[in-house]
């Protein structure tokens, strides 16, 4: 069974989940997917995955489908509640992990998806996360995606994650407290005002337009990280309305086409940001989706500081991206 463990020193949570040990990748060299007979994510294979959970329809059957993840860093079964001594803290691995098959197509990707197909992403979520928030042993819902052969995907077949945890997330936690602290200090939102200054002057503006905008943050984590946010400031992504969803999915079909001129084959990771489940409304948070491409591995400076080396200056990185967006369609 799965669990979480809290360090004493960090108070920092980790899940350990030796079952995951299973995982058909897990000792295959990072370069290049195995060859597979058959992929268990294309159409027709549907009875070598967990049962499907939720679908969206699409032309020749689903669009996307949701199912439990065959090997769970986390468990629903599992019981709720935190036991700590006076070192560690300790919970069973109580949780929920589930997989969006993303497109039907085999070879999709999201530079290659149009705006419908990304919109059934954001929403086959969006209803995954309501349903999901009823449990109430749940804090957070992770949404994530890893692409691409350097990114620790393990099946190059579009999808997506979801890991629900009963504890909110030690960098979800630090977000949150710096979006508080900025809303004290200022009265503003910080993501409202990041995009307005990278609108006004910076540089670091990669694309806008009346529902949502795409920007290089001023100080990345990686080279080329972007964040897509919605311009209408709301903190929960599962309470976003359509017209937002579609506006955010329109920005990223932008974005994944100039990245994919910028940078051909990059892997990367994605995740949507945003608020705990059921938690009180704060009017300092803003839900995003950021997009971190993977460039180079972290080295033990990065680990031993906790400060990443980024190559590539953002308001670069911005004005190459800006310069492969793709035709309006
Ligand atoms: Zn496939
Ligand atoms: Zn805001």
Known sequence: MPELRRDPVTERWVIISEERRGRPSEYR??????????CPFCPGHEAQTPPTLLSTPGPTGWQTRVFANRFPALRVEARSGITSTELYGHSD????????VESPLHSDEYATMDEAALLSVLTGWQSRVRDLSRDERLAYATIFKNAGAQSGATLSHPHSQLIATPIVPPAVLDRLDGAARFWRRTGHCVYCAMAAEAERESGRLVWADARALVFCPYAPRVGFECIVLPRLHESRFEWADAETLAGVASAMVRLFGALR???PRVSYHLAIQSAPLRSALSSADHWYVEVMPVLSR??????????????????????????RLPGTP
């Open 29 to 38: 060299p990072a370069e290049e997917f195995a060859p597979l007979a058959h």
């Open 93 to 100: 691995g109580l949780g929920a992990h589930e997989v969006m």
């Open 261 to 263: 001129a910028a940078l």
């Open 298 to 323: 972290h080295a033990a400076f990065e680990m031993a500081s906790g400060m990443n080396i980024v190559s590539t200056a953002p308001e670069t990185a911005a004005a190459y991206l800006r310069e």
